[in-house]
């Protein structure tokens, strides 16, 4: 069973960065990819970033060149690092990880930007 715990969400100006924390109950090198999606109130969950177990990083493009994915093996953590926050950022942020065939999502933490 994986457990993933995302951390770091709150409420921001536009403009302004938080870092996001998605820890993992195991070693993040038995998954092939940690990803982040999100999803605002009222709309799909949507794909956010990805970082591959090679270190290959992908990002949707509406946050490409504000946000970075990254990560601490020794912490089994995966960060988002989320600069240039606008408002229609907002959104709960999960964390996901494929693990033999099973999607595994944590419960999500709210980020909220002010205009």
């Known amino acids: 069973q994986v457990q993933l715990v995302e951390s770091g969400g709150g409420l921001v100006q536009a403009g302004g960065s938080l870092r996001l924390s998605c820890a993992a109950s195991?070693?993040?090198?038995?998954?092939?990819?940690v990803g982040w999606y999100r999803q605002a109130p009222g709309n799909e969950r949507e794909y956010v970033a990805t970082?591959?177990?090679?270190?290959?990083?992908s990002y949707a493009d509406s946050v490409k060149g504000r946000f970075t994915i990254s990560r601490d093996n020794a912490k089994n953590t995966v960060f988002l690092q989320m600069n240039s926050l606008k408002p229609e950022d907002t959104a709960v942020y999960y964390c996901?990880?494929?693990?033999?065939?099973?999607?595994?999502w944590g419960k999500g933490t709210l980020v909220t930007v002010s205009s």
């Open positions: 996901k990880v494929s693990h033999y065939g099973v999607d595994y």
């Open positions: 195991g070693s993040i090198f038995s998954f092939n990819g």
């Open positions: 970082i591959w177990r090679s270190g290959f990083t």
